[in-house]
């Protein structure tokens, strides 16, 4: 998977040329679309640049800056702030190349996780009208105020978040409270699947139950392990089958089955 191709490393002086080319990188189609000749372009994207690094560093001077890579080279950045009652996600970017590939998703959850770990508070500002906008909402940020330019975003989780990656450990009182809730593939991105029915199958001695998903996101998805994430509740890592399409779109079975004292 992609995620287990990604690091952190702490910034170094000579990164700062992969730097203005990742800040660079974010803005050129914006840059683009104003017809400028290359060399005021690169004028106006290297005043820019100096201009917000000095603001970073005079307002958020203890933030960790960090690298992020794939397999030791360079893609992305994120900047991260330690403040009352939580962490500040100051600045992440990627690599055009690298975007729209759970990455950004990967880095976020991450930072969820430790929040939610210690019950705190990940806040962040996004530019009104930026694709971001809406990865943020669909992870469960709430917008607590907004102007002209940005929002204000918060996620706030309402209690410890745990991540159950084995099907063994499982049970159908995890599943029970998210019936009619939705949750988010990590891999491939873009899915969202609503939990619709969790079905007591138990029989003698032996515990089993399904779940179903369902999701009108076609093509649909292929029999699979697949990483499911809520952004209140937890990730767990499941074997899907499409079990046949509905009124409401295509439907997911997941069997689990525990034998006495397992």
Known sequence: MVEEQITLREVFPEDLGFLAHL????????????????????WFLKMQFDARSSCYRTQFPKAADRIVEMQKTPIGRMLVDEEQGGLRLIDIALLSEHRNRGIGSFLLRNLMQQCGKRGQALRLQVLQGSPALQLYLRLG??????????????????????????????????????????????????????????????????????????????????????????????????FLVPIGPNAQGMRYEAVFSHLPGA
């Open 141 to 238: 940020f709430q917008q607590t105020s907004t102007d002209e330019i940005y929002a204000q975003m918060e996620w706030l989780c309402t209690a410890p978040m745990e991540r159950l990656s084995a099907p063994e450990k499982l049970c159908i009182q995890d599943f029970a409270p998210y019936l009619h809730r939705h949750f988010h593939v990590v891999q491939p991105e873009g899915y969202e699947l609503e939990l619709v029915e969790v079905n007591d199958l138990s029989k003698g001695s032996q515990d089993q139950f399904s779940v179903i998903f369902v999701s009108p996101v076609s093509p649909w998805l292929q029999q699979g392990i697949y990483t499911l994430h809520h952004p209140r509740a937890f990730e767990m890592t499941l």
């Open 23 to 42: 800040y660079g990188d974010t803005r050129r189609e914006e840059i683009d679309a104003w017809g400028w000749p290359d060399e005021q372009q690169q």
